[in-house]
């Protein structure tokens, strides 16, 4: 019988840390520890406060995603009503600020996670010069970013003029260039309808030399899990369903979700139908068939390879919707629209699904008399970094299985975009 | 040479970090500044090796809540703390986390609170540091206010402050100071309605601009704009007592906002409020665009 031996890593920079504690067995991994030792406890925190006060606690969730929790928030309480009407601008509006969110973060994780891990300088100032263009945007409409309580029930606060929007949009197309300057060089439009990744590879730019880098160290076959994906929220782009590899079925209901507690981690596990599944950029374009994710996953699966290529693609498919979306929005339309109830009034439960940077992110709550009485979230880390058992482990887990190299397991893990605050909350 | 600064993290949500990344200088910051230990950006050291032997460093930054049983690479904070304080030149706490508990002293750790303060209360613990400390509170904080604190550290340029170590040079103004919405108030237009450029969220909304001691209209956010411009009420993020409850309503009693305009007595903001009652003013009552 091999014996096992663990190593344990203290995982830093993650938005906070973890500690994995890797069982090594003949040299290969054959299971992972992943543990979380600490918690702030909003769910408790928010606890009979009134139900508005929501909208300013949860932001506060994460400061790279909290835009994500605020609108997850703002649709829960409104899944409260029976009856509640929000104006297509204000829903439009959410969505821009949402994907400028997600925007920021991929920029954020791709030049200063991924790029280091795979033994590049970091560039801070290639992370940092497009999410400020973001937040910039994000601000023109919700006043600030990091955390803004712009989403109100009933609809969003601002009533931007046009002058607003273009000032979004020219920071929309400065972000483009900016892609199209660092991370593939040349016209990006080509990119999105572009079918196959040497296609890609041949071009110059941080992603084709990244991506050049992990075939150049036979990395491109590492991180894969269950190939199996969920994405719970939708909207004018991201499309809700299931698949198992490229078999994708639309129809999934919050009703079997599972969270479940662990002895030796704060973090809970997430499960649909008793299974693990991967959320993020990989699920959603799976469910959007984008070609060039298609083509990587007909050929790596669902390894590093396609996850990092999925993110980054994910962040211009977001900028180029996010123009046409601009187009949409109608002026005129009321940006707010005051609930026929006061929510001081409403009993009742909601659900709010949204997709955040990192994947699906569920808030539930209910409400007595509009008062808060119970509080979930239920975060995208918690999907992929699920900590299951040895028969039955979760998505990062089984994605790290086999891998002989704890600096290659390291990059496998950070190819989720870990978020220690979001996993534990 | 550049300043040396240990960002170190205690319950927090990395909202200040992220928000000093949105700094409009920060390349030349990065010229200035040089991180023993960041959560985002790489350095030096990790923090196994920083928590266990003292490395040179200038200024210890702290976000986030602190509590004796929160521990960072298996080290108490408070004792990551001890080890740093009489090495380093200043100690900043970032955020209204580390400054008065914030959000996160209502957390599970039963202690928890900022490094100097639990809200107003002074906080025993640290006590002995204050001389040491400057505040920059704000949830999160302003990148703007906290990167001219730390070049004002850097510069050795004397700071006035405020009873709760907050430069003056930032927490002098209230967030009220520039908002676009002024006039409503000025002339007491109490009619404000969510979604629209018009009106002041002070009179029902729960707008705490007032007397929120802050620059967010002075020095806007992401150099464009700021909550109250957009039409958000401003929720006092600066202030030991953040987040009070039922944010979205203004308190009242018979009537009259139970919190005035800092520093104004009630007897003048009701002498105020009588005469310019009195008067209608149409520019007031239209849509600004229309007007």
């Known amino acids: ?425 | 040479m550049k300043t040396k600064l240990f960002w170190l993290q205690g319950l927090t949500c990395n909202g200040n970090a992220h928000s000093l990344l949105n700094y409009a200088g920060f390349e030349q910051f990065l010229e200035d500044f040089e991180f023993i230990y960041h959560p985002m950006i790489d350095s030096e050291h990790t923090l196994s090796s920083l928590v266990q032997n003292r490395k040179p460093c200038d200024i210890l930054l702290i976000e986030g809540s602190i509590a004796e049983d929160f521990q960072r690479a298996g080290v108490g904070i408070v004792d990551i703390i001890a080890l740093y304080a009489p090495e380093v030149k200043k100690i900043v706490t970032v955020g209204t986390c580390a400054t008065f508990g914030g959000i996160f002293k209502d957390s599970p750790y039963h202690d928890s609170s900022g490094l100097l303060f639990l809200e107003e209360e002074p906080v025993t613990r640290f006590a002995h540091l204050k001389d040491k400390v400057l505040s920059v509170s704000g949830c999160p904080i302003h990148p703007e206010v906290l990167a001219n604190t730390l070049y004002s550290v850097r510069e050795e340029i004397t700071v006035k402050m405020d009873s709760f170590h907050r430069p003056k040079a930032f927490f002098a103004y209230t967030v009220h100071n520039g908002c676009t919405r002024n006039e409503y108030f000025e002339y007491k237009v109490d009619k404000h309605t969510f979604g629209e450029r018009e009106g002041c969220m002070f009179y029902d909304h729960g707008c705490q601009a007032t007397y929120t001691h802050g620059s967010c209209n002075n020095i806007l956010w992401n150099d464009v704009s700021s909550k109250t411009r957009v039409g958000q009420p401003c929720m006092g993020c600066t202030e030991p007592h953040f987040p009070k409850r039922d944010l979205y309503n203004t308190k009242k009693n018979m009537g009259i906002p139970q919190d005035l305009p800092l520093g104004v007595p009630k007897r003048v903001y009701l002498t105020l409020t009588g005469v310019t009652k009195a008067f209608k003013i149409e520019r007031f009552s239209q849509k600004i665009f229309d007007a």
Request: charged share 25%; with cysteine.
């Open chain 1, 1 to 425: 019988m091999p014996k096992t031996h663990k190593i344990e890593k203290l995982i830093e920079k993650i938005e906070g840390e973890a500690t994995l504690h890797f069982h090594m067995k003949e040299k290969k991994i054959s299971f992972v520890d992943i543990v979380f030792a600490s918690s702030r406890g909003i769910e408790q925190i928010l606890q009979n406060k009134p139900a508005l006060d929501a909208l300013v606690i949860n932001p506060r969730v994460c400061g790279i995603c909290g835009h994500a929790h605020l609108i997850a928030t703002v649709k829960a309480l409104e899944d409260c009503y029976e009856d509640i009407e929000i104006s297509n601008k204000a829903k439009i509006i959410r969505e821009l600020t949402l994907n400028f969110e997600i925007i920021q973060n991929h920029f954020k994780w791709f030049y200063l996670t991924i790029m280091p891990l795979l033994k590049e300088e970091q560039n801070v100032m290639r992370a940092a010069k497009p999410s400020q263009l973001m937040s910039k945007a994000i601000a023109h409409l919700a006043g600030q970013y990091p955390h803004n309580s712009y989403a109100i029930v009933g609809g969003v606060v601002c009533d931007p003029s046009p002058m607003d929007m273009l000032k979004v949009q020219h920071l929309l197309q400065e972000t483009i260039r900016f892609f199209e300057a660092h991370l593939v060089h040349g016209e990006s439009e080509k990119l999105l309808v572009c079918e196959k990744i040497e296609e890609l590879l041949a071009r110059g730019g941080d992603l084709p030399h990244i991506l050049n880098k992990i075939v150049d160290q036979e990395l491109q076959h590492c991180g894969k899990s269950f190939d199996r994906f969920i994405v719970f929220g939708e909207n004018s782009y991201f499309q809700r369903g299931k698949a198992s590899k490229t078999r994708i079925q639309p129809n999934i209901s919050e009703v079997y979700l599972d969270v479940e507690a662990n002895s030796n981690s704060l973090a809970k596990n997430v499960l649909y139908k008793q299974r693990y599944y991967e959320v993020g950029p990989l699920s959603r374009a799976m469910m959007l068939k984008t070609p060039l994710i298609k083509d990587a996953h007909r050929r790596f699966g669902d390894s590093l390879m396609s996850r990092i290529l999925a993110r980054v693609c994910e962040t211009l498919q977001l900028l180029n919707h996010s123009l046409s979306l601009i187009k949409e929005i109608d002026l005129d339309e009321p940006s707010y629209i005051k609930p026929s109830t006061d929510i001081q009034h409403i009993t009742g439960e909601g659900v709010g699904a949204v997709e955040a940077a990192r994947g699906s992110l569920i808030h539930k709550v209910q409400l007595v008399e509009g008062t808060i009485t119970s509080y979930q979230l239920i975060t995208p880390t918690q999907w992929n970094l699920s900590q299951g058992t040895q028969e039955n482990p979760g998505v990062s887990q089984q994605a790290m299985l086999g891998l002989e190299e704890i600096e290659t397991a390291e990059l496998v893990f950070k190819s989720f975009d870990v978020c220690s605050v979001c996993t534990t909350h």
